[in-house]
């Protein structure tokens, strides 16, 4: 099922289908959306970049530490981090980077 859309709304942050109808939801506590992809959602929550798929079931976890999500397209998400852009897959594995 793709992820259309993801909403912080009030202390949750709800994830709809194409069809608007919500999949699923998980408390936004200390929780801040960066990026929306069609199979999973990036968040920064303290000092951890996390990546969730529809159900809100946490995929992969990496260190926020001077990085800052640029944000998600198909199967990756980017961030800058230093003279760097880096590109990620949802494991949070590198697969790129150049120069900013």
Avoid: L
């Amino acid at each position: 099922m793709s992820i259309a859309n993801v909403a912080e709304e009030g202390p949750w942050i709800k994830v709809y289908d194409e069809n608007n109808k919500r999949i699923s939801q998980m408390g936004s506590r200390n929780v801040t959306v960066v990026g929306i992809a069609s199979e999973f959602f990036v968040t920064e929550e303290g000092p951890w970049i996390k990546t969730y798929d529809e159900t809100c079931k946490r995929i992969a976890q990496m260190s926020s530490s001077n990085v800052e999500v640029q944000g998600a397209v198909g199967d990756t998400f980017s961030t800058k981090e230093g003279p760097w852009i880096k590109t990620y897959n949802q494991h949070c594995k590198r697969i790129s980077q150049r120069n900013a």
